[in-house]
């Protein structure tokens, strides 16, 4: 083989490398977690719409504190959360989910359509596309592999949505009293810490010519 094909033998070999496949393992998303939904964002939010569908513009990394990827695919599975109860009319019973889920190998599937609500992130579920990886306990951090994987995601998102934030998960309460944050109910907040700021700025360095918005500072 003469020099110049090897060379443009080794350039398509390296673009596939950087093409990461999205396998699709989607969830229950049946009649009961589509009416859950839609009535998650009109209570939560104050939105009353037809459809499910949010209009992105942020992502928010995550990690699911589950060790292995079949336990936090049925974390995410059923349409109601394990402990509902449906007498209870103003705590939602909508599962919790989220559009991608990002194995420990840095495999990446995905859930659920991206523009369909999913419930990751108080007051911001309705802009916001979730990446749960799997792992995040003391004896299963987050991987390289995963880091590269969340990396390909928030490009691959950015390229195709009017994405303005990436954040992780600790980062969300910043957002209170910003326009896009829309929860109703002051009293309802979960302390986050997942998944750490390490992880957060390396997607973010690695993300900069997307030249995202900072995230609000508190006042
Ligand atoms: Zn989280």
């Not at 209009?55 to 599975?77: C, D, G, Y």
């Not at 859930?111 to 596309?129: S, W």
């Amino acid at each position: 083989m003469k020099k110049t094909s090897l060379i443009l033998l080794a350039i398509a070999l390296g673009a596939c490398s950087t093409q990461k496949e999205i396998v699709d393992i989607p969830i229950i998303f049946d009649e009961q977690r589509i009416e859950l939904t839609k009535e998650y964002l009109l209570n939560r939010y104050k939105l009353d719409q037809d459809t499910p569908e949010i209009t992105p513009k942020m992502v928010v990394l995550h990690w699911t504190a589950i060790p292995t990827l079949k336990k936090s695919f049925e974390a995410f599975n059923r349409p109601t959360l394990p402990n509902w109860r449906p007498d209870l009319v103003n705590v939602s019973g909508l599962n919790v989910s989220s559009h991608f889920l990002v194995d420990q190998d840095g495999t990446i599937y995905r859930l659920m359509p991206e523009t369909t609500m999913a419930r990751h992130t108080i007051g911001l579920n309705h802009c916001a596309i979730g990446i749960e990886n799997v792992g995040g306990t003391e004896g299963m951090p987050l991987t390289k592999q995963q880091l590269k994987s969340n990396i390909y995601l928030v490009k691959y998102l950015a390229s195709k949505y009017d994405i303005d934030y990436v954040i992780g998960h600790q980062e969300y309460t910043l957002f209170e009293g910003h326009p896009l944050w829309l929860e109703v109910d002051d009293g309802y907040r979960t302390k986050k810490t997942d998944p750490g700021m390490d992880f957060v700025e390396k997607v973010r360095k690695a993300t900069k010519k997307f030249n995202f918005k900072p995230v609000p500072t508190k006042q």
